[in-house]
């Protein structure tokens, strides 16, 4: 299993590219980690001023939901 804790380290700085795919990238990995830790990022994510991010980020804290249960 990868370390989850450096994933978050290399998936962070990529949430604030100023490239959208890229943002969208980073989001839908942390949705596929399962990792509860990735909420807070994900909650900033839905506020992003692209309407494309901030669906990706909702799309993402629904699957991180539906691993949880």
Do not use: N, W
């Not at 604030?16 to 989001?27: C, H, L, N, P, T």
């Not at 509860?36 to 506020?47: D, P, W």
């Amino acid at each position: 299993m990868p370390d989850l804790t450096l994933i978050f380290q290399e998936v962070f700085p990529l949430l604030v590219s100023s490239d959208r795919e890229v943002r969208m990238m980073a989001i839908a990995a942390l949705g596929r980690s399962g990792d509860g830790r990735a909420v807070e990022l994900l909650f900033r994510a839905c506020m992003d001023e692209d309407d494309l991010v901030k669906h990706a980020a909702y799309e993402a804290l629904a699957a991180l939901a539906a691993k949880s249960r």
